[in-house]
Nanobody, 124 residues
Framework: QVQLVESGGGLVQAGGSLRLSCATSERTSSSYTMGWFRQAPGKEREFVAAISGTRNNAFYASSGKDRFTISRDNAKNTVYLQMNSLKPEDTAVYYC?????????????????WGQGTQVTVSS
């Protein structure tokens, strides 16, 4: 059982930046695709970004492309999501995810493990 713990959420003004971190309970270096989803009130959970386990290929939803950067530090068992130029519509609970091949599909169907979520609020 892989445990995922997110941190780094908070309140930021529009145009600001945040970096989310996801610490995993075990080595995930090449075993899992790691990624982020988000869920705003009254909306479905949606894909944000993912990074593959072997070649570190990155995938982004169109909403965050050119603003968000996903990376992983396998030595620290940690995945990061750097979010720049934040907008009020980025406000949501952000969930870390681990699984297989969900980056290209941009779907939660390949996710095997979820974190508990961290709140990101962007004020206008």
């Amino acid at each position: 059982q892989v445990q995922l713990v997110e941190s780094g959420g908070g309140l930021v003004q529009a145009g600001g930046s945040l970096r989310l971190s996801c610490a995993t309970s075990e080595r995930t270096s090449s075993s899992y695709t790691m990624g982020w989803f988000r869920q705003a009130p009254g909306k479905e959970r949606e894909f944000v970004a993912a990074i593959s386990g072997t070649r570190n290929n990155a995938f982004y939803a169109s909403s965050g492309k050119d603003r968000f950067t996903i990376s992983r530090d396998n030595a620290k068992n940690t995945v990061y999501l750097q979010m720049n130029s934040l907008k009020p519509e980025d406000t949501a609970v952000y969930y870390c995810a681990a699984g297989q091949n969900f980056g290209r599909a941009q779907s939660p169907s390949g996710v095997q493990y979820w974190g508990q979520g961290t709140q990101v609020t962007v004020s206008s």
